[in-house]
């Protein structure tokens, strides 16, 4: 039975980010951002926000301090 209530719901890139680096704000704070811009990568575009994804200035920062902290993060979570 193929059951969406069961099914594994796909986390955004901007999800993603957030748990791997302990939430909005420590996220914010890896990027010296403020952590209303990076809340707003998880609205719909339709509010205001991203859809989800991460910003391409954002994105380099992220991966080199994923590297570096040993955090799980790669390219391929970056993108939708």
Avoid at 20 to 44: C, D, E
Avoid at 48 to 62: D, K
């Amino acid at each position: 039975m193929n059951d969406k209530k069961n099914a594994p719901e796909k986390r955004s890139p901007a999800q993603k980010v957030i748990a791997v680096f302990g939430g909005v704000r420590a996220t914010a704070r890896i990027l010296g951002r403020n952590g209303s811009t990076v809340s707003r990568w998880q609205k719909p575009r339709a509010e205001g926000g991203t859809g989800g994804r991460i910003p391409t200035s954002a994105q380099g920062p992220l991966l080199e301090h994923a590297r570096a902290n040993g955090l799980p993060l790669t390219a391929d979570d970056l993108i939708a």
